[in-house]
């Protein structure tokens, strides 16, 4: 058998013992938690293997920033495995039920998908959420994660399991491959046997190679070309905040904006000053014909990158004559994850979310909130961009199947 069956193997017998075992769970994601801050030095010293290495293959600073764990981010984490714990289960929920005129009882109720497989890249915080959401949700997980992060999810995953062996829980619970080539992510791609559901969280390359390449079932969690379009009736200074917010707090993250849109009437005055704002930040600005010819400093877009997600400190502008232009330009280029109007418009304000099709719509906010810890799901295995079982921040009822269950008194058909 080889490594990656004998894992699988143990994760569908550990599902299994998670079967009605809540209160078990409760108490092993107090104790990682606990463990966790416990261990902070272990996994600072394993994350620094992670980064010395990645300055040494001149990995891209937006995406050392990912790969970086502090004592904050560690208390972070920790802090989110509490809030995951105090949340309400979500197995065992009745959604439907119904006594049928033979007498029969009918009901629907949620329980665990079983066994969940994710492949992700550099964040070694996704470790974590991902073992704590899919146990308080009654799964096992086999993770896979890149091998920029290798050192950090060793030290991560070996903190979470002796806490939880330490509840009762089983080992194989929460396990991690520690083989980061091609052909792992491949074979657990196609690891029907035992695996339920495979979850990609990373860039556009790692999903397009799941969707593509998976056997197990796949839920695509999505790119963020993510857009703020700034109406004529918005407020500047709001809208100015909110694009700076969303565009430069963590460029390297799916949530950032990467796109501004911005309505003509308002662009001669609004676009120099927000568009200066962002430069002195860092931020290359491209933009179309009538940005550029706005704010010179501006260079022309390629019209291949409207629908390209940057993941650095690059935004695309562009000057739009109307909300109908806008919608069209974003529901086009979009990778349906989150956008933004800035307006005091009502109508308008009605409008574009009605019509955008994205999983996030925002009127008057950032962007940046689009995640499971700021939507109070305590955590999130990631953004899911298509619209077949989940959509938006994953958290735990989205870690959730059904199955009928019905009482009878002999029934015959």
Known sequence: MTELNKKGAIAKQSAQALIGAADKINAALLKMADALEANTDYILEENQKDMTNAQANHMNPQMQDRLLLTADRIKQISTGVRQVEALASPLGKILHETTRPNGMNIKKITVPLGVIGIIYESRPNVTADAAVLCLKSGNAVILRGGKESIFSNIAIVKVLVEAAKSAGLPKGCIQLIEDTSRDSAIGLMKLNAYLDVIIPRGGAGLIRSVMENATVPAIETGTGNCHIFVDASADLQMAENIVINAKTTRPSVCNAAEKLLVHESIAAEFLPKVLAALAEKGVEIRGCEKTCAIYPKANPIPEDEWS??????????????????????????????????????????????????????????????????????????????????????????????????????????
């Open 308 to 413: 390209l997600e940057y993941l650095d400190m690059i935004i695309g502008v562009k000057v739009v004559s109307d909300i109908n232009e806008a919608i069209t330009h974003i529901n086009t280029y979009s990778s349906k994850h989150s956008e933004a109007i800035i307006t005091k418009d009502y109508i308008n304000a009605q409008t574009f979310p009605a019509l955008i099709d994205s999983s996030s719509v925002y009127v008057n906010a950032s962007t940046r909130f689009t995640d499971g810890f700021e939507f109070g799901l305590g955590a999130e295995i990631g953004i899911s961009t298509q619209k077949v079982h989940a959509r938006g921040p994953m958290g735990l009822s989205e870690l959730t199947s059904t199955k009928y269950v019905i009482y009878g008194e002999g029934n015959i058909r």
